[in-house]
Every structure is written in C-alpha cells, then in structure tokens.
C-alpha cells in the first residue's frame, strides 16, 4: 500500500522526506551544497584563506550538530558582519591579530548563550522580538548588494538571464521543480555561459589534487579584538532570527529544544575552533536556511 503523500506545507509539516525519492533527495542536497559555496565571499572580502574558510565551515558545523544535538538542520559559515573589521586588522596587522579578534568574538558568543540562559525563553522573547531581529538580518543582506552588482557587471546579460531563470522558476513552477530553484537557475546561467567563452578549465587543471589547507596560529593585541570583538553583537542577534526561522521552515520550536542558548553556545565554540585555525567567526548561514524553505 502506497504511503500518504504529506502536503508541503512550510511551518506545518516538518518532516516531508517521505514526499521524495532517494535520487530527488541526492539533488536537494546537492543544491544545499552549491548554496554553501557562498561561504567563500567572506573570506575573499576580508582577506583571509578560502581553503581555511571551508575547512572551518565544514569542522564548525560537525561540532555545531554534535552540541546542538543534531536538532538544528543548519549550516555554519563566516558572519558577513565582521567584514569591516576583519579586513581593517588584516591589512593593518596581518591574518594572525585577525584570528586574536576573532576568538575576542568567540568569548562574546559564549557570553551571550549565558545570558540567554539566565534570562530564559520567554524573557528572551519579549527582549529580541522577531520585529527586532528580523530587520537586522534584512540590512545584513541588503548591505552585500552592491557586491552581486559589482559581480554581475563582468556581463550583464548572463547575469540578468540567470536572474531571470530563478525568477522564473520560482513563480512559474511548482512541486519539487520549484524547490530545484537555485541549482536550475545555476545549470541554466552555466550552460549559456559556455558559448560566450566564459567557462575556464585552466585553473581546475592546474590545480592539486590533494592539498592542506594553509593554517596560521593567533596572535593577540587589543587593538585588533577591540576593532573586532564588537561586531559579535550583530551575528549573535542573527542566530536567534536564524534559529527562529529554521524553525518555521520545519515546524519545530528550537528556541525551547535545544534552545537558544544552546545554539549560540554551540556557535561560539566552533568559532573559537575556527579562530585558532585562521577561519572567520561562524554562524548560521541563512543562504543554506531559505534554500531550506
């Protein structure tokens, strides 16, 4: 007897893996995974080590779900909003003091999942309300628009074609094609990029086949974690609207289990893993949430 097919419905079925098949759950995935590349534009604006980056991404999430008791389904990536201060300290002192600052930051998010503890769910409600929270996360995301516009000018009409693929795909389908927005707007923007020469193998030839990443131990000064240390304060307030948000998506209430302080205990201690390697300050990354939604 076939099994009831669960209608997809954001917030109130959490669990829809029975609505797919192995192979669509193998794409779904893989969509997942391109959304996670975007991880490397916080480096590249800051300065530090891509391949550092994603190691850390990778080992900050593992110890993430492990704190968090594999609740959460999120991935951790490098907080956009360190961007100003982590490049200031990098040009001026090196990736090193950057790594001093970032830990500065890791301390400030374990203090914060203390204060959150102390306070409780309900305090913790009525003092971060998502009117609060969510526009926070609204500016965090607007203020990276002119990166996509600068971008996009290296060709234009690539760029607004695959906009327009995404757009499209997303109104205009339904079902799982809907859900496959990113990755076919991806395919699709690629496949045009071919004809017009933009599609270069030279670097994936030249490149190695197996390599270590480059790691740097910190080194301290007050200077760099008082330039750095502060910007925690606006990926702390991130990860409640990001673990509310999940939330939704799911139709789970993680703010009581595992709870917030949990989450943003979780997220300062894979940050201090990343600091001491010469990654960046970690968070939820909320590309991964809305091609989760």
Not at 71 to 89: Q, R
Not at 104 to 117: N, Q, S
Not at 151 to 174: H, Q
Not at 262 to 280: E, K
């Amino acid at each position: 007897m076939a099994k009831e097919k669960k209608e997809l419905i954001v917030g109130v079925n959490g669990d829809l893996s029975d609505n797919f098949t192995t192979p669509q759950k193998a794409v779904l995935g893989l969509q997942n995974t391109l959304a996670m590349c975007g991880v490397i534009l916080v480096p590249i604006l800051c300065g530090l080590d891509v391949s550092v980056t994603l190691f850390c991404a990778g080992i900050g999430t593992i110890i993430y779900q492990f704190i968090d008791k594999k609740m959460v389904p999120a991935f951790l990536g490098g907080s956009f909003a360190i961007i100003a201060g982590v490049s200031a300290v990098v040009g001026e002192m090196g990736i090193p003091y950057a790594q001093g600052g970032i830990l500065g930051m890791a301390v400030f998010y374990l203090l914060f999942a203390l204060l959150l503890k102390i306070l409780g769910k309900d305090r913790v409600a009525r003092v971060f309300p998502p009117i609060i929270v969510g526009p926070i996360i609204m500016v965090l995301g607007l203020s990276l628009a002119s990166v996509g516009v600068q971008e996009a000018e290296a060709n234009w009409p690539i760029a607004i074609i695959t906009f327009l693929i995404a757009v499209g795909v997303n109104n205009f389908s339904k079902g799982l094609t809907r859900v496959m927005t990113i990755i076919i707007a991806l395919v699709g923007g690629y496949l045009i990029s071919i004809p017009f020469g933009l599609v270069d193998f030279t670097a994936l030839k030249e490149a190695a086949w197996v390599g270590v990443p480059s790691f740097t131990l910190p080194k301290f000064s007050w200077r760099a974690i008082a330039l750095i240390a502060p910007c925690a304060i606006v990926p702390c307030l991130e990860h409640i609207g990001d673990v509310m948000a999940v939330g939704t998506v799911v139709g789970k209430d993680f703010t009581h289990e595992p709870g917030l302080d949990r989450s943003v205990f979780a997220c300062g201690v894979s940050t201090i893993i990343s600091g001491c390697l010469g990654g960046p300050s970690l968070t939820i990354h909320s590309e991964n949430t809305g091609v989760l939604a």
